[in-house]
């Protein structure tokens, strides 16, 4: 009983006594943590000293910028290396496989032209059919036709099996190829 007059603060209203019911000292010392760390955060923040989130967008593009400054663009090897490269088998392969899964829905699974160019003729848009033209083509793409540029999306060996894969396919005469277009190379 005692302890219960401890607590009563005297106050009696229409027969309801008043208690003094302290919060528990863990969520007292949470709440006063909050306090200490929305004051340090406000001076932190205010001051200058701290990064804004704009600051911090600027120094995450310039790292990117410094990077792709160093990295320069990929090596384009000489249509020599590159003609080497698309005998392997294996490379042949992959830039099937990969050729398949990004570029059969515009250039159709035979490569003879649905939306975009026939790949298997000798009329080219870009480029005069070369391997070192096809893989700045898969390289830098085409945008104002539509075809995305696929260098930073496929690695460096997938661009050029691509490109071998195609390059492969060069007069084998697919069933309902797309009308030529561009200029005629022989």
């Known amino acids: 009983m005692s302890n219960e007059m401890d607590r ?38 205010e001051s200058g000293s ?50 398949q899964s990004k570029c059969a829905s515009c250039h159709g699974v035979e490569l003879q032209g649905l939306i975009g160019p026939n790949l298997t003729d000798k009329f080219w848009i870009h480029g005069k059919g070369s391997i070192t033209d096809i893989v700045a083509t898969v390289r830098t793409g085409i945008p104002e036709k539509g075809m995305p540029p696929w260098e930073g999306i496929l690695k460096n060996e997938e661009v050029i099996a691509v490109s071998s894969f195609i390059h492969s396919k060069l007069g084998s005469n697919p069933p309902n190829p797309k009308e030529p277009q561009g200029a005629k190379v022989e």
């Not at 009563?8 to 209203?13: A, K, L, N, P, V």
């Not at 919060?23 to 010392?29: A, D, N, Q, T, V």
């Not at 006063?32 to 932190?44: M, S």
């Open 50 to 99: 701290g990064n804004t989130l704009k600051k911090d967008l600027e120094i995450a593009l310039s790292q990117i910028e410094t990077i792709k400054a160093t990295a320069g663009p990929a090596p384009l090897d000489s249509e020599d290396k590159l003609l080497e490269k698309a005998k392997d088998p294996q490379l042949l392969a992959v830039g099937a496989e990969q050729f």
């Open 8 to 45: 009563d603060t005297g106050h009696d209203y229409d027969g309801i006594k008043e208690y003094d019911n302290p919060l528990p000292g863990w969520w007292l010392m949470t709440f006063y943590a909050t306090i200490i760390f929305a004051f340090l955060y406000t001076i932190h923040y």
